[in-house]
Nanobody, 115 residues
Framework: VQLVESGGGLVQPGGSLRLSCVASGFTFSRYAMSWHRQAPGKEREWVAIITNTGGSTNYADSVKGRFTISRDNAKNTVYLQMNSLKPEDTAVYYC?????????WGQGTQVTVSS
C-alpha cells in the first residue's frame, strides 16, 4: 500500500497550490479519502474529506470556501486545490484512506505560505 503526495512548495499569501495524492496497493474507489495537516508544534488536524464516489465532501471551518477536495478514481488520485492561502496554512499535508479495517497515510508534502 502506498499513498504518495506531491504538489507542495513555497507560495506567497493569497496564492494557490494543488496537492495530489496517488494511491496504489488497494482498491482506491472503495474508500473515502481525506486530507490532514500538521503545523510545527501543533497536533495533526483534519482538513477535508471526500466519499468514495466523490459525491459528498466536507471541510474544516478554517479552509471552507478556500480549499476544494476532489478525486479521480480512474487515476487512483485525490486532489486538494488550495486557494487564497494564508500563512497559517503552512504545514505538512497528508492524505489518508479510511474505511473498515483501512487506515493508510501518505508521507506528507510541505506547504509553506510566506512572503
Amino acid at each position: 500500500v502506498q499513498l504518495v503526495e506531491s504538489g507542495g512548495g513555497l507560495v506567497q499569501p493569497g496564492g494557490s497550490l494543488r496537492l495530489s495524492c496517488v494511491a496504489s496497493g488497494f482498491t482506491f474507489s472503495r474508500y473515502a479519502m481525506s486530507w490532514h495537516r500538521q503545523a510545527p508544534g501543533k497536533e495533526r488536524e483534519w482538513v477535508a474529506i471526500i466519499t468514495n464516489t466523490g459525491g459528498s465532501t466536507n471541510y474544516a471551518d478554517s479552509v471552507k470556501g478556500r480549499f476544494t477536495i476532489s478525486r479521480d478514481n480512474a487515476k487512483n488520485t485525490v486532489y486538494l486545490q488550495m486557494n487564497s492561502l494564508k500563512p497559517e496554512d503552512t504545514a505538512v499535508y497528508y492524505c489518508r484512506a479510511t474505511g473498515i479495517g483501512v487506515n493508510y497515510w501518505g508521507q506528507g508534502t510541505q506547504v509553506t505560505v510566506s512572503s
